[in-house]
């Protein structure tokens, strides 16, 4: 046998299938929310967990971990929200180091406007990637796994 010949085990398909679906479901969810709202995706996700937090602030680490990015990408992030008005920083009372991004009632507007898109934009995607014979064993057990299943 040569190198690369059949060592693919059962958790290497189920996360090839799982590295699979999420890069399709992302590029779908991605141009929606462009074409219909002019947003990113990392933007709405960002919008998202402000408008959920408590008093609709987190501290930059916070977000940052939350969404997934570096300190430097969610730094250009914020910045981007801040300048379309929908974010604005604060400094943290007990520490003046501690910088904040809060969510602006025009974040609030955006986010809930774009809501709807995403919604049914994952949706269809994942209703797309069922057609996809190599993706309906991850795609069942992800809807298992659901509150709503």
Do not use: F
Request: hydrophobic share 40%; proline share 3%.
């Amino acid at each position: 046998m040569g190198a690369g010949a059949k060592t693919t085990t059962a958790d290497g398909l189920l996360w090839d299938g799982v590295v699979t679906l999420h890069g399709r479901v992302e590029h779908q969810l991605s141009k929606a929310l462009q074409r219909r709202h002019g947003l990113g995706l990392s933007e709405y996700r960002a919008l998202c967990r402000l408008s959920r937090a408590e008093d609709g602030e987190l501290r930059m680490q916070e977000l940052a971990d939350l969404i997934g990015l570096n300190q430097s990408s969610v730094s250009r992030l914020v910045a981007r929200l801040e300048s379309a008005g929908l974010t604005r920083r604060a400094m943290c009372p007990k520490d003046r180091r501690g910088v904040y991004t809060v969510i602006t009632d025009e974040g609030r507007a955006v986010q809930d406007k774009a809501a709807p898109t995403y919604a049914e934009t994952l949706t269809e995607a994942l209703d797309a990637a069922a057609d996809a014979p190599s993706l309906v064993p991850v795609l069942s057990a992800l809807r298992r796994m659901s509150p709503d299943a």
